[in-house]
């Protein structure tokens, strides 16, 4: 399935250009070794997440490609629940799909930086110089992997 959405502005958390000093460097920094001890190799991404609106359209992960439970990364907060699932990104106006994932901390478990419905967190291999807010994305992503509403 392809989704259509937005690029929006998130809390810059997960890229630390919020400088928040509970999360020096950001928080994908701070997950990106503790991940990769458990098997998931962050590294090939581009360590920032990129937040795509979908809505009025929300959505379920039905059957993600990795999930991690009780993930302790950070020295004070609690233990997180993470579910990952490999898609496809592109804008709108390219050819080029570039490879990625699905990012998502489980509200349930997530302390605060909470997403409305219908936002995507991406994270993606190539950074998209031409990639801004209020840039129209598609996302391929296989049917099984997620349901819409």
């Given at each position: 399935?392809?989704?259509?959405?937005?690029?929006?502005?998130?809390?810059?958390?997960?890229?630390?250009?919020?400088?928040?000093?509970?999360?020096?460097?950001?928080?994908?920094?701070?997950?990106?070794?503790?991940?990769?001890?458990?098997?998931?190799?962050?590294?090939?991404?581009?360590?920032a997440?990129?937040?795509?609106?979908?809505?009025?359209?929300?959505?379920?992960?039905?059957?993600?490609?990795v999930?991690?439970?009780?993930?302790?990364?950070?020295?004070t907060?609690?233990?997180?629940?993470?579910?990952?699932?490999?898609?496809?990104?592109?804008?709108?106006?390219?050819?080029?799909?570039?490879?990625?994932?699905?990012?998502?901390?489980?509200?349930?478990?997530?302390?605060?930086?909470?997403?409305?419905?219908?936002?995507?967190?991406?994270?993606?291999?190539?950074?998209?110089?031409?990639?801004?807010?209020?840039?129209?994305?598609?996302?391929?992503?296989?049917?099984?992997?997620?349901?819409?509403?």
């Open positions: 399935m392809i989704l259509e959405g937005q690029v929006v502005k998130g809390h810059q958390v997960a890229s630390g250009k919020n400088l928040n000093p509970l999360f020096p460097g950001g928080s994908l920094a701070m997950q990106t070794p503790v991940l990769r001890k458990l098997g998931l190799d962050l590294s090939q991404f581009h360590p997440t990129v937040n795509v609106s979908i809505a009025p359209r929300d959505y379920k992960i039905i059957s993600a490609d999930v991690f439970q009780d993930v302790a990364w950070h020295p907060e609690p233990p997180e629940d993470f579910s990952f699932v490999k898609i496809e990104a592109r804008l709108t106006s390219d050819a080029a799909w570039t490879r990625g994932l699905i990012y998502y901390p489980h509200p349930e478990t997530k302390p605060a930086h909470h997403q409305p419905a219908g936002l995507l967190e991406l994270l993606l291999e190539s950074f998209i110089r031409e990639l801004n807010y209020g840039s129209e994305i598609q996302i391929r992503v296989p049917e099984n992997k997620i349901i819409l509403s």
